[in-house]
């Protein structure tokens, strides 16, 4: 069930329950691990912590909250993202060399600030537009959630000595329930989010589309099929690939999926578990979409639009990958960016970015639905991504 | 309407006149003007002579003449464009380095391939496999016809005393005849080419979509509203823009179409006509995708998807510019690549770019059609790309 | 006076205060201070902790220390600086995105190799070999005691807080005890070190130069004096400066030493201290060889070559500023890299840089010494660098 | 003999001979071959027909010739080089795309300008200074001729059907007389151009400077001496390269002389004569600083210094190849630069370049001299360059 609520006090166990996961997937981290960015497109656990909080204080409390006083003049500056409305913030790539506020600091702004937010539920009315504020922020946070492990990968799994974040927390081993493929009638469907409960705007506005007739699979690509791609050469055949594929991984070196490495003649791959020999069974993990589209290419299908993947989602098993779809994320029927920095959440990325449907064993709990819609730039590889056919 | 026939001496005819065509436009050059590659997206006309021959030697001849003998060994690799199929090519970038063969030797080429084309054409009866790879070289002649005009104007853009490629040739002087809006009905409606007469393979598959309600303007943005757009700072305005737009504009410096200039408070446009005053009520032209979108935003509309130009088309007037959509180039339902060389024309390119529909006052007589897709990068600016708001 | 000694006693006592010196450098740091490399040519604390053990390890207890035990077989790989003689390395820009082993694990990693080095003194004879490598490593230590904090400073220096190092610890306020230049007569001098005591290869080989009569400056560049090179429009005068450096200052939008900002009209400067006001009187610091260059042309003289410096040395007053020369890196007559690792030290860096000679508030106690060769590439700005003029 | 007169007959036979030795090189070259620049650092030979006659313009004509008209006041933007101090010029980077001018308008252009320097000369009495402006002129078309030669190289050479410039005309099949060391005892040497004659600016200010006793080479390294160091695994071997020019030719793939390609086991290389056998006798030409460097080293030798050199100079036999020395390219003692554009010509280049001694198969005629220093940046590899050991 996604996040959603009319009342109080469920406002504040959502909350208070969101806001301690975050922290709790710090838990097994050393004061050191909160610093490095390792690569432009991450951020440092600290800089997440520090981002989800920012987000309540300045889009609610100093909104919504009479006489708050901001815990640091300098972190307005220090941990916006990407929100222009919201005046000058750090250049994204020096996030990771921002040492001071220190880690304890950070977790002191997060006590302030769930404190603020706790009094204020507690003692105020929500209006909607101040619950969806909030909502908004909780779903925010869940995502930076699934950020930081990606990213905390990212650094640990560029470590030469492969350090462990938790034993036998890979979020690699799933495997597949099914293998059949599920057959959709041609037909007028609709799409979008129906307005129960939680949603970004940009799943809004419900809308009709024409499908024809097509079929999807009901399983994900396992390690093995993407063996038996590799083995076939197909990082060498060039007539599989977008050309911006093929020069992308000619150009990086690319040969397997980010995090394998070949030892021996045994595909290992670095998990936040450790460094593991690559299972046959389990589900393929963090592929580009040019990787995704040049495998179906080579098994003679293809992949399903964000439509068709949405129209078949209740058939489907999914929520282990996140699933590279062939729609470029654009907007919907109808779609208006909201005014202010809140309109700066997700129209403004509506160019050459794919969308990714599903969820993954590294989203968070109640996060995900049908009709949630993913996006990254066809070359990342650091999410959990994976392959679900169509033809 | 568009170029397809049956009959041979059609053929020879249609042959005879459009690559008459490519050399006519090649008539107010100089031989140094062959040479030069100014960017890595342009290339020399001495390219585009060339390759559109190798096209017909290599895709033709070498497959269905028999005893044809090739006019030059090195030509296969110095002027294939980006046909992995079909060997090692030169580097894309280096074109404008490659002096020899002269300019003289490329029309011998472009003779010698002539002449074995007519003679085949005469000799031989085509069928409809060979018919169409001789369209298809006619109208892939066609293109590189119009891409020879955008590159050479680039180059002469670029060149401080600014060349006159032709007296009153600027290209970029029409004015709108209508300024009303049209309105479609929301319903199922028909997508793709029919089968007659020539089309490429991303337009093949005719397939329903259901469109909503929708108002598209029958006129495009001429240089007087934009300059409106400028003068409102819609260039310093970040909310107008995608966030990789912006990025875009901030990091090039760019206050205003491609081409123009400001001189004592003045707007000029360098056009193939020599430099001129931009007209206030003649069609804007010049523009990245980024701004056709920031425009839309900022007049409080947005750009019409592919499908909802391809229904109205009909209905509007259109032809002289390159109408950014809002749509981003993916196959069809039912698209397949087909094998060999031919396959990679337009399938390879699905990623990272932006549909254009309409035709520009640089395409060549006979090679629009409503159901035509162009494509380019959100960025590039250099053909003669306009706006067409719908809401 | 400079490290030197034949006596173990006195080896072990250098040793531990060497060695105590840099953790104490270490002191004012939090634990997130550590990880950090902010540019590509800077390295985070713990780095610079790490590598000086590391050569102590690796070039002195592995070779000369039966049955040591290496503290942990990674370390050879993670704290390599350049060494190709001694295999892989992490890449340099990389070192930032290590933050396992743990700080804690570095200092326990220093406590090992310092039981071990001083057990070694403690109960072998030094032959002269022994004792130089040893010598080779406690001045290699105090090389990097400067850089942990020029490293330091451009890390604090780039975080919009401005993070204090230690109250009162600018290192920028001393001030010129002079204002004469010292004339030296032409004739043949001596250059190089006689080898009494420490030295590196690249002072090594006593030889002669013949000089032309000069005079040179008892002071340096102080702030206000560059001051009026800004105001004069310095940076805007290309006729000033290199062509390079031209390109530099206007490529890089640089306009000021590095660390100073103007804020309402005051100049101000970031300093381990915190940020403060530029004083007038105190001695100029962070600026480029191109930037040192053109104001030595805007004021009609020049820099000194670094023989005109040794042998002007006994006479002048030095050691607060790094003073670029006009001589570039190259080697001394009969200069011969050793073989194998120690042979990397300093010969293969003698291209593109430029000899500093002196020392700064910066360097560690008993490290400089007149016939000294520092050299850096003429971009690099985040070393306390000055000027001293010559006619 | 250097050029130098004081009569103006002579001056008069001098300017038409080398103004008529410039076009003779381009007797050979099609339109198409006037025009392309291959590469940042070497420029079209249109661009060095109009840049050599520009300077007589600019900085003659128009200084000294009352009443002249300029020929085209787009010139002098246009064909600028490096001039600040006289405005405004086209970027390095764009030159091979100015398609106008025509190659006829340039030769009118120089047919213009020689008949009003003829003019001049045959009509003016010319004082020293303006003798000396003179001079400079035609020592600078004489540098341009060769550099005209070795970028027509550049791109001839990386055409793949490899033109030939003039039968027999490889420039690169010279072989030594010698085989012997000379050695030169220690002692106060003379540097420097005594005044007789021309000479540049930075050859000025004879001085003295010491040198120790050294042995130099009476020869260049060879093609089959080079080979073994290729054989012998000269680019695989990191110790022997600087760092830069070890990080420059892992980066680059550099594993031979520019030019070198292996076919079928056997050594080519591309001259002005067309593709040919590389020759083991010939002197070795088209590398590197870093390898010529990396050469020495593994011959247990080294590159003697530009004084070294220079004081050797009667004693050699040399001309065939630019050779590099182990001396950084800076000022002399008393080096003052010109004021205005003159200044420009050597002195802002002082930096991150390396000199070289004695000329090449390609320097025109009576141009070189034992006290020219010629210069460039040490990764540079199109000019014809050498080795010469020193010990």
Known sequence: MSLSTTNNKQLIEQYVRIRAYT???CAPLNTEDYIPQPVHFASPP???LAHTSWFFEELFLKIYSQHYQEFDAHFSFLFNSYYNALGNRIMRENR???TRPTVEHVYAYRKYVDQHMIDYLSNEVCNPEIQDILLLGLNHEQQHQELLLTDLKHTFGHNPIFPVY???GALTESKNKHQNFVDIQEGIYTIGHDGTGFSYDNEHGQHQVFLHEYSIANFLVDNGSYMEFIEDKGYETASLWHDEGWT???????QAPLYWTQLDGVWKQYTLGGLIDVSKESILSHISFYEAWAFAEWKGMRLATEFEWEVAADSLDWGQR???TNSAYLPYPGFKKAGGAIGEYNGKFMINQMVLRGGSAATSPDHGRATYRNFFHPHYRWQ???IRLAK
């Open 248 to 254: 992308f991984v000619q150009k990086e070196g690319i």
């Open 23 to 25: 922290e709790s997937l």
């Open 384 to 386: 959990y991504t994976g």
């Open 166 to 168: 938790k034993e036998n």
């Open 46 to 48: 600290k800089w997440h």
């Open 322 to 324: 996140w699933e590279w």
């Open 96 to 98: 990771g060399s921002i």
